[in-house]
T-cell receptor, first 115, second 108 residues
Framework: DGGITQSPKYLFRKEGQNVTLSCEQN?????MYWYRQDPGQGLRLIYY???????QKGDIAEGYSVSREKKESFPLTVTSAQKNPTAFYLC??????????????FGDGTRLSIL | GQNIDQPTEMTATEGAIVQINCTYQ??????LFWYQQHAGEAPTFLSY??LDGLEEKGRFSSFLSRSKGYSYLLLKELQMKDSASYLC?????????WGAGTKLIIKP
Protein backbone atom coordinates (compact mmCIF):
# COMPACT_ATOMS: atom_id res chain seq x y z
CA ASP A 1 0.00 0.00 0.00
CA GLY A 2 1.22 3.49 -0.81
CA GLY A 3 1.68 5.91 2.00
CA ILE A 4 3.94 8.01 4.17
CA THR A 5 6.02 6.49 6.93
CA GLN A 6 7.35 8.56 9.79
CA SER A 7 9.74 7.23 12.39
CA PRO A 8 10.13 7.05 15.25
CA LYS A 9 6.64 7.51 16.68
CA TYR A 10 8.07 8.87 19.95
CA LEU A 11 11.40 10.62 20.38
CA PHE A 12 13.15 12.13 23.35
CA ARG A 13 15.82 14.79 23.11
CA LYS A 14 18.37 15.85 25.65
CA GLU A 15 19.34 19.47 26.03
CA GLY A 16 21.90 20.53 23.41
CA GLN A 17 21.26 17.51 21.22
CA ASN A 18 20.25 17.38 17.57
CA VAL A 19 17.70 14.78 16.55
CA THR A 20 16.51 13.67 13.12
CA LEU A 21 12.97 12.66 12.24
CA SER A 22 12.52 10.36 9.29
CA CYS A 23 9.87 10.69 6.58
CA GLU A 24 9.58 8.34 3.60
CA GLN A 25 6.83 8.24 0.96
CA ASN A 26 6.10 5.76 -1.81
CA UNK A 27 3.30 7.76 -3.42
CA UNK A 28 5.60 9.22 -6.10
CA UNK A 29 4.63 12.71 -4.96
CA UNK A 30 6.84 15.62 -5.94
CA UNK A 31 6.11 17.87 -2.96
CA MET A 32 6.83 17.10 0.69
CA TYR A 33 6.21 19.13 3.83
CA TRP A 34 7.02 19.24 7.51
CA TYR A 35 4.51 20.68 9.98
CA ARG A 36 4.56 21.25 13.68
CA GLN A 37 1.34 20.83 15.65
CA ASP A 38 0.92 22.32 19.13
CA PRO A 39 -2.22 22.10 21.28
CA GLY A 40 -4.78 24.76 20.37
CA GLN A 41 -2.92 25.87 17.25
CA GLY A 42 -3.22 25.13 13.57
CA LEU A 43 -0.56 23.22 11.69
CA ARG A 44 2.49 25.42 11.16
CA LEU A 45 4.74 24.86 8.17
CA ILE A 46 8.42 24.32 8.97
CA TYR A 47 9.91 23.47 5.57
CA TYR A 48 8.67 22.24 2.23
CA UNK A 49 10.23 20.83 -0.90
CA UNK A 50 8.71 20.79 -4.35
CA UNK A 51 11.52 18.93 -6.07
CA UNK A 52 14.61 16.91 -5.25
CA UNK A 53 17.59 18.97 -4.05
CA UNK A 54 15.43 22.02 -3.43
CA UNK A 55 13.55 23.13 -0.33
CA GLN A 56 12.07 26.31 1.08
CA LYS A 57 11.58 27.70 4.57
CA GLY A 58 8.09 27.81 5.96
CA ASP A 59 6.77 30.05 8.70
CA ILE A 60 8.80 28.59 11.58
CA ALA A 61 12.06 27.27 10.06
CA GLU A 62 14.41 28.62 12.74
CA GLY A 63 16.11 25.81 14.65
CA TYR A 64 15.27 23.20 12.01
CA SER A 65 17.02 21.85 8.93
CA VAL A 66 16.02 19.49 6.12
CA SER A 67 17.44 17.72 3.08
CA ARG A 68 15.84 16.29 -0.05
CA GLU A 69 18.40 14.04 -1.71
CA LYS A 70 15.81 11.54 -2.92
CA LYS A 71 12.23 12.01 -4.07
CA GLU A 72 11.02 9.52 -1.47
CA SER A 73 12.77 10.97 1.56
CA PHE A 74 12.55 14.28 3.45
CA PRO A 75 14.22 14.04 6.88
CA LEU A 76 13.88 16.85 9.42
CA THR A 77 16.62 17.67 11.93
CA VAL A 78 15.63 19.49 15.09
CA THR A 79 18.76 21.30 16.18
CA SER A 80 19.81 22.48 19.61
CA ALA A 81 18.96 26.00 18.43
CA GLN A 82 15.26 25.12 18.60
CA LYS A 83 14.51 26.12 22.19
CA ASN A 84 10.99 24.75 22.41
CA PRO A 85 10.98 21.56 20.36
CA THR A 86 8.32 19.64 22.28
CA ALA A 87 5.52 19.10 19.76
CA PHE A 88 3.85 16.68 17.39
CA TYR A 89 5.62 16.68 14.02
CA LEU A 90 3.75 15.75 10.87
CA CYS A 91 5.21 14.99 7.46
CA UNK A 92 3.02 15.28 4.37
CA UNK A 93 3.25 14.95 0.62
CA UNK A 94 1.17 15.97 -2.38
CA UNK A 95 1.26 15.48 -6.15
CA UNK A 96 1.25 19.21 -6.78
CA UNK A 97 3.01 22.13 -5.13
CA UNK A 98 2.42 23.99 -1.89
CA UNK A 99 -0.80 25.65 -3.12
CA UNK A 100 -2.01 22.72 -5.17
CA UNK A 101 -5.67 21.80 -5.30
CA UNK A 102 -4.57 18.24 -4.57
CA UNK A 103 -4.96 17.25 -0.90
CA UNK A 104 -1.89 16.56 1.16
CA UNK A 105 -1.36 13.07 2.54
CA PHE A 106 0.04 12.80 6.04
CA GLY A 107 2.20 10.38 7.97
CA ASP A 108 1.24 9.25 11.48
CA GLY A 109 3.50 11.79 13.14
CA THR A 110 6.42 11.85 15.55
CA ARG A 111 5.94 13.12 19.10
CA LEU A 112 9.12 14.80 20.32
CA SER A 113 9.71 15.50 23.99
CA ILE A 114 12.57 17.02 25.98
CA LEU A 115 14.23 14.98 28.69
CA GLY B 1 -3.10 39.30 8.01
CA GLN B 2 -4.27 35.75 7.55
CA ASN B 3 -6.74 34.23 9.95
CA ILE B 4 -8.95 31.17 10.13
CA ASP B 5 -11.47 30.77 12.94
CA GLN B 6 -13.11 27.56 14.09
CA PRO B 7 -14.86 26.76 17.36
CA THR B 8 -12.46 25.05 19.74
CA GLU B 9 -14.79 22.29 20.83
CA MET B 10 -18.30 21.01 20.11
CA THR B 11 -20.41 18.26 21.65
CA ALA B 12 -23.14 16.29 19.88
CA THR B 13 -25.20 13.16 20.40
CA GLU B 14 -24.83 9.91 18.54
CA GLY B 15 -27.27 9.77 15.62
CA ALA B 16 -27.70 13.54 15.48
CA ILE B 17 -26.44 16.18 13.01
CA VAL B 18 -23.67 18.69 13.71
CA GLN B 19 -22.37 21.68 11.75
CA ILE B 20 -18.76 22.83 12.22
CA ASN B 21 -18.10 26.35 11.00
CA CYS B 22 -14.94 27.88 9.55
CA THR B 23 -14.51 31.58 8.78
CA TYR B 24 -11.44 32.92 7.06
CA GLN B 25 -9.71 36.18 6.19
CA UNK B 26 -6.80 35.44 3.88
CA UNK B 27 -4.78 37.25 1.24
CA UNK B 28 -6.08 35.27 -1.68
CA UNK B 29 -8.47 32.35 -1.80
CA UNK B 30 -8.09 29.39 -4.12
CA UNK B 31 -10.03 26.69 -2.33
CA LEU B 32 -10.75 25.20 1.08
CA PHE B 33 -10.00 21.76 2.50
CA TRP B 34 -11.54 19.89 5.42
CA TYR B 35 -9.56 17.19 7.21
CA GLN B 36 -10.39 14.81 10.05
CA GLN B 37 -7.78 14.05 12.70
CA HIS B 38 -8.20 11.45 15.44
CA ALA B 39 -6.12 12.10 18.55
CA GLY B 40 -2.45 11.30 17.99
CA GLU B 41 -3.02 10.29 14.37
CA ALA B 42 -2.54 11.74 10.90
CA PRO B 43 -5.06 14.16 9.42
CA THR B 44 -7.08 12.54 6.64
CA PHE B 45 -8.69 14.39 3.76
CA LEU B 46 -12.49 14.80 3.83
CA SER B 47 -13.49 17.37 1.25
CA TYR B 48 -12.44 20.24 -0.98
CA UNK B 49 -14.50 23.26 -2.04
CA UNK B 50 -13.49 25.87 -4.58
CA LEU B 51 -16.88 27.07 -5.82
CA ASP B 52 -19.82 28.32 -3.76
CA GLY B 53 -22.33 25.73 -2.72
CA LEU B 54 -22.70 22.37 -1.07
CA GLU B 55 -20.59 19.27 -1.80
CA GLU B 56 -22.06 16.03 -0.45
CA LYS B 57 -20.11 12.86 0.29
CA GLY B 58 -22.17 10.28 2.11
CA ARG B 59 -22.74 11.37 5.71
CA PHE B 60 -20.42 14.36 5.30
CA SER B 61 -21.19 17.56 3.37
CA SER B 62 -19.18 20.76 3.03
CA PHE B 63 -20.46 24.21 2.11
CA LEU B 64 -18.62 27.29 0.88
CA SER B 65 -19.56 30.96 0.54
CA ARG B 66 -16.63 32.90 -0.87
CA SER B 67 -18.35 36.27 -0.53
CA LYS B 68 -18.83 35.68 3.21
CA GLY B 69 -15.47 34.00 3.80
CA TYR B 70 -17.32 31.09 5.34
CA SER B 71 -17.47 27.33 5.14
CA TYR B 72 -19.07 24.60 7.18
CA LEU B 73 -18.76 20.85 7.49
CA LEU B 74 -22.03 19.02 8.12
CA LEU B 75 -21.92 15.58 9.68
CA LYS B 76 -25.13 13.52 9.67
CA GLU B 77 -26.10 10.36 11.55
CA LEU B 78 -23.22 10.84 13.94
CA GLN B 79 -21.31 7.79 15.04
CA MET B 80 -18.95 7.39 17.99
CA LYS B 81 -16.05 7.03 15.55
CA ASP B 82 -16.70 10.60 14.37
CA SER B 83 -15.18 11.83 17.64
CA ALA B 84 -12.12 13.65 16.30
CA SER B 85 -10.76 17.08 15.47
CA TYR B 86 -11.85 18.68 12.20
CA LEU B 87 -9.36 20.98 10.51
CA CYS B 88 -10.18 23.67 7.98
CA UNK B 89 -7.38 24.80 5.60
CA UNK B 90 -7.46 27.55 2.99
CA UNK B 91 -5.38 27.64 -0.19
CA UNK B 92 -3.94 31.15 -0.19
CA UNK B 93 -1.79 32.69 -2.88
CA UNK B 94 1.45 31.27 -1.52
CA UNK B 95 0.63 28.63 1.04
CA UNK B 96 -1.97 26.49 2.75
CA UNK B 97 -3.27 28.22 5.90
CA TRP B 98 -4.60 25.97 8.66
CA GLY B 99 -7.21 26.62 11.32
CA ALA B 100 -6.60 25.35 14.85
CA GLY B 101 -9.27 22.67 14.44
CA THR B 102 -12.55 21.87 16.16
CA LYS B 103 -12.61 18.98 18.62
CA LEU B 104 -15.90 17.12 18.24
CA ILE B 105 -17.08 15.03 21.16
CA ILE B 106 -19.86 12.51 20.51
CA LYS B 107 -21.97 11.35 23.43
CA PRO B 108 -24.10 8.19 23.42
Amino acid sequence: DGGITQSPKYLFRKEGQNVTLSCEQNLNHDAMYWYRQDPGQGLRLIYYSQIVNDFQKGDIAEGYSVSREKKESFPLTVTSAQKNPTAFYLCASSPGGVVSNQPQHFGDGTRLSIL
Amino acid sequence: GQNIDQPTEMTATEGAIVQINCTYQTSGFNGLFWYQQHAGEAPTFLSYNVLDGLEEKGRFSSFLSRSKGYSYLLLKELQMKDSASYLCAVRGNYQLIWGAGTKLIIKP
